[in-house]
């Protein structure tokens, strides 16, 4: 209930925020670009609720209406279309169905035999934070500097010319969620970008996407910073309170100054600002955490301080809690066969993807991994195949979302993107065959209706700056 | 930490080898004397073309008869395989299963030697002595139709020796195919050798090759302490003659294709039996490889230029060494390939396909192929009378991901049996667990 309130507040304090994502259809009450322009002298002393300093630049790229008929659908809300079609104009889906009316003017594309989905979702990425060549120069992704960094942003690490930002592409990728490490107890926001060329990372950024806070549990920390604590399970927990109840005190203090402007306003703490805007609701939690009882631990912490979380990540136990993630709404961000690397994840199962989603969890294929990300299909696949040995039938129709709108919710942008519904963002895949088979890749991927990978025409596939030279044409 | 999480783990090959003769191990504890007759499938012999409708019959723990019209034993332990595909044992060229438990717990890694005095030239170790037959993570391979694996040392610029084995119950005597089977070298990390920069790595291996050269000739004068002083220990010395002799491949593993003509100017100066293992950027100088006959060991999911020693990498890698005539054998490349994940070389197989290895080439790629550069074709890899019953039943195609295994004979004896992670899976199936059965 307070969160509500605090969001009415949010909107009348919003003049002081920084720069707005005028492009967000979904957000019409942010301040219009020109007003947080002009709110330069004091939008950086403030600590106002979405705030957006860094906003998004993102235009779509140029685009043709576009057919894709006589191919298979799946549309991550409900049965495959067999032998549909669909129609990309203007950015969006604009049909679908068994037949779609093709303007005049569309470039028809003849799908027989393969398979339309739209576009895969990850929500575990370190690219750009974590760039190749994985030299220490590119190693951005850990401020393993303090157990708690909620100041930093993982996309002021963003190297826009990372390789391997066009090979996800080109395994179907259309978005990611890009996150500090699991070193600290708390690492960092997120930061939600659209999977395509640019000279910036703003010119990446996802127009309205939520901020995420990447918390981690368990080993990382603990282990990282041993020597000045925390450096046991205890001590992390006591390290995520004590976190939350200075953040509730900084919300508090200026949500009440917000409200009534009297006197001076308090001072501005980034870190702070971050957890309180958690506390509003403004900011999602992603927390990396590997085992069943942790998770119902770190649970326990979002209630007393009033926060959700939004997905647990790498959750290789979240078989074993998968009941207390249906009751909480919570994902479940996770490997198809990943684990026993660490004693945490020692109890990683195959059935871990299926074992969720029978509980009625959201199961989300994630990766955490440049090649990983590449295939998040295949890794479904075996989700499904997992499921089957256990005696849960997983269809493909469920299996699409786990990469697609499950991911989306997570990201808090089911309504844009994620499924194949009239009226979405136009983020689309054409697989050359089933794309649970092994040998199903990605031919063409379109973003807001742009069509941005042809595997058909490498002569124009994008090569990133670093790419020139260093390498060949090619190796997607 | 590199890459979140997954930075963890190294993502090329590791592989090794061993001095003192080649010990081919005898099949212990023979097989129950059972014959198994799995009848009506598509049988893929790999060393000749499919036989649909075939019949595949194990006795004693040797395959005796392949073919359509083999006439069944009496007695025989009959397996309809209609609309199955029936296998040889799939082989994992490059694994540290047993050797490496819970990879970021200490006590639990055993791939690695020290080397005398810290030295990285650790030729020596036979990692097998180490290896832990009741690993938990052997029936997770098996139960996917993984029944042959390599185990490789790591670490230094010469590892050490690695050894083949079965995944059978027993002790490491009992799994034992074939110590050693390689000696584990490389060309690319100078750092991980305590040198300053690649040329200075195979310097430090020309000079190893000398001194154990100069070490046969002399031993008399060694134990008397009249030679000059040697670049590696004795044992070291000893466990270099049979690389010099060509009876045990040298396993380099190299990505940078100027450091895999490096590697074969190596084996040509010294007459070794070379093996490049994990050679990202091998497709670049697949020509050398092929008029030098060097076998690769490579993976099919690796394109990103990582490092600036894989600046060439792409996923066309073992189907353009096939093409242009090199000897390919997948590894496994994805999350965790050397324990948790041995079993996704299936994976490896199907993607090599999809990027354009032909289907029968990346089939031997993880069977015959491996068997003949490990110098066991003449028992494994094969569906051939004669050879070991390392034999898997499979739903379909085995490189996809719906294909489930139907049955797994190790040696003759069937194989499949719950491990951890499916008594977890049957514990957590409704939750609460009872914490009791399983």
């Known amino acids: ?476 | 930490m590199r890459n979140g999480e997954r930075g963890q783990r190294d993502r090329r090959g590791r592989r090794g080898l061993r001095a003192i003769g080649l010990i081919a191990v005898l099949l212990t504890g023979v097989a129950q004397a059972q014959t198994i007759a799995i009848v009506g499938g598509r049988v893929l012999p790999v060393s000749g073309p499919p036989i649909d409708g075939g019949t595949v019959i194990i006795r004693d723990g040797r395959i005796t008869a392949v073919g359509r019209d083999v006439a069944i034993p009496d007695g025989a332990q009959r397996i309809d395989a209609a609309g199955k595909w029936v296998t040889p044992g799939i082989i994992n060229p490059a694994t540290q299963l047993g050797l490496v438990e819970v990879g970021q717990v200490r006590e639990t890694r055993n791939a690695s030697a020290r080397g005398d005095e810290g030295s990285a030239i650790r030729a020596a170790f036979t990692v097998w002595d180490g290896l832990n037959p009741l690993s938990v993570m052997f029936a997770p391979a098996r139960n996917e139709g993984i029944t042959t694996v390599a185990v490789f040392p790591t670490g230094g610029l010469v590892s050490g020796q690695g050894a083949l084995v079965d995944i059978v119950d027993g002790g490491v005597t009992d799994m034992m195919v074939k110590s050693p089977i390689a000696m584990v070298a490389q060309v690319g990390d100078p750092e991980g050798a305590n040198v300053a920069s690649r040329g200075e790595l195979i310097l430090r291996l020309r000079e190893l090759l000398e001194d154990a050269r100069a070490y046969a000739r002399r031993r008399a004068d060694f134990e008397r302490a009249q030679s000059r002083e040697f670049a590696a220990s004795r044992l070291d010395l000893e466990a270099m003659q049979p690389v010099l002799a060509g009876r045990v491949p040298l396993l380099v593993v190299a990505d940078k294709a100027s450091d895999i003509e490096a590697a074969i100017r190596l084996a040509r100066d010294y007459s070794l039996r070379l093996i490049i293992g994990s050679g990202a950027e091998a497709w670049m100088v697949a020509d050398q490889l092929a008029a030098a006959k060097v076998p690769v060991l490579a993976g099919s999911m690796v394109n990103i230029p990582g490092s600036f020693a894989t600046l060439g990498a792409r996923q066309e890698n073992p189907g353009l060494l096939r093409r242009a005539g090199v000897d390919v054998a997948l590894i496994g490349t994805g999350s965790d390939p050397d324990a948790f994940n041995v079993r996704n070389i299936k994976q490896e197989a199907g993607n090599a396909v999809a990027y354009g290895m032909t289907w029968d080439d990346a089939l031997r790629a993880i069977t015959l192929t491996p068997a003949e550069l490990f110098g066991v074709a003449d028992r494994y890899g094969s569906l051939q009378p004669g050879r070991v019953a390392n034999v898997v039943v499979w739903s379909g195609d085995p490189f996809e991901f719906s294909t489930r295994v139907e049955h797994v004979f190790v040696r003759g004896v069937r194989a499949l049996a719950p491990s951890r992670q499916d008594e977890l899976m049957q514990r957590y199936k409704t939750l609460p667990p009872s914490f009791r059965n399983p």
């Open chain 1, 1 to 476: 209930m307070t969160r509500f309130a605090i969001l009415a507040l949010a909107a009348t304090a919003a003049c002081a925020s920084g720069g707005a994502t005028a492009r967000a259809p979904s957000t019409p009450s942010t301040p219009s670009a020109e007003t947080s322009a002009q709110g330069a002298t004091g939008s950086g002393a403030l600590s106002a609720p979405l705030a957006d300093p860094f906003p998004s630049t993102y235009t779509p790229f140029p685009s043709r209406a576009t057919v894709i008929r006589n191919v298979t659908i799946f549309t991550a809300v409900g049965p495959r279309i067999v032998n549909g079609a669909i129609l990309l104009r203007d950015g969006k889906i604009a049909a679908v169905g068994t037949s779609v009316d093709a303007p005049a003017d569309a470039i028809v594309i003849d799908g027989a035999g393969k398979f339309v989905t739209p576009g895969l979702i990850d929500t575990h990425s370190h690219m750009g934070v974590y760039a190749a060549p994985g030299v220490q120069a590119n190693s951005d992704g850990n401020e393993a500097t303090n157990p708690v960094t909620a100041h930093v942003w993982a996309e002021h690490s963003v190297w826009p010319q990372d390789p391997q930002f066009p090979r996800a592409l080109a395994g179907g990728i259309t978005t990611a969620q890009i996150l500090p490490g699991s070193a600290n107890l708390i690492g960092g926001r997120s930061v939600v970008l659209k999977v395509v060329p640019a000279r910036t990372v703003q010119a990446m950024k996802f127009p309205g996407a939520k901020y995420g806070l990447k918390m981690a549990c368990g080993e990382n920390p603990k282990r990282v910073y041993a020597s000045r604590g925390p450096s046991t399970r205890m001590g992390n927990v006591a390290g995520y309170r004590n976190a939350w109840i200075q953040a509730e005190q900084y919300r508090r203090r200026w949500d009440k100054w917000l409200a009534d402007k009297k006197g001076d306003p308090p001072s501005r703490d980034l870190g702070n600002e971050t957890l309180a805007e958690v506390l509003r609701g403004n900011i999602l939690v992603h927390n990396h955490c590997y085992r069943g009882d942790e998770m119902a631990q770190m649970i326990d912490i979002a209630r007393e301080f009033g926060y959700k979380i939004r997905s647990f990540h790498h959750g290789v136990e979240a078989y074993k809690v998968a009941d207390l993630l249906a009751r909480d709404s919570i994902s479940a961000s996770i490997w198809a066969d990943w684990g026993g690397f660490k004693m945490e994840a020692l109890d990683g199962v195959k059935g871990n993807m299926a074992l969720v989603h029978q509980a009625g969890a959201r199961t989300v294929v994630h990766s955490d991994d440049p090649s990983g990300i590449q295939r998040l299909n295949q890794e479904a696949a075996k989700g499904i195949a997992a499921g089957a040995a256990l005696g849960i039938t997983v269809t493909e129709e469920d299996a699409i979302t786990w990469l697609t709108l499950n991911p989306a919710w997570s990201l808090g942008l089911d309504d844009r993107i994620g499924s194949i519904e009239v009226g979405k963002n136009a983020d689309i895949v054409l697989w050359s065959g089933n794309p649970f088979s092994v040998y199903s890749r990605a031919e063409r991927v379109w973003i807001d209706g742009a069509q941005m990978f042809d595997r058909t025409d490498p002569a124009e596939a994008w090569r990133t700056d670093f790419e020139l030279g260093f390498v060949r044409r090619g190796a997607l």
